[in-house]
């Protein structure tokens, strides 16, 4: 299983900008397709953004435009950019590594502890 720690959270006035990190351990990292989730107070848990192995991203409707994921899989670390912030984005961000196969071999999923991002003036 995949261990991953999240980093760059912070406090942000509205509209402006944080990068957040996510580093994983083990050494199949570019087999993984990595998600942040966030989750705000009193809300379930949400899928902001993905990137498959090969490098596809998907984003939910209320970030398209203004984040970006991104990987570097010679760092084992996958990046959100995160631009035009907002209150109501105002969360715990976590990571998660989805279970993949490789090399005939499950790797279970796997998820960081999250980092706080809190966007108020």
């Known amino acids: 299983q995949v261990q991953l720690v999240e980093s760059g959270g912070g406090l942000v006035q509205p509209g402006g900008s944080l990068r957040l990190s996510c580093v994983a351990s083990?050494?199949?990292?570019?087999?993984?397709?990595i998600d942040w989730y966030r989750q705000a107070p009193g809300k379930q848990r949400e899928l902001v953004a993905q990137?498959?192995?090969?490098?596809?991203?998907n984003y939910a409707d209320f970030v398209k435009g203004r984040f970006t994921i991104s990987r570097d899989n010679t760092k084992k670390s996958v990046y959100l950019q995160m631009n035009s912030l907002q209150p109501e984005d105002t969360a715990v961000y976590l990571c998660?590594?989805?279970?993949?196969?490789?090399?005939?071999?499950?790797?279970?999923?796997?998820w960081g502890q999250g980092t706080q991002v809190t966007v108020s003036s």
């Open positions: 083990g050494t199949i990292f570019s087999a993984f397709t």
């Open positions: 998660k590594a989805e279970g993949t196969y490789y090399r005939g071999i499950y790797y279970g999923p796997g």
């Open positions: 990137i498959t192995s090969g490098g596809s991203t």
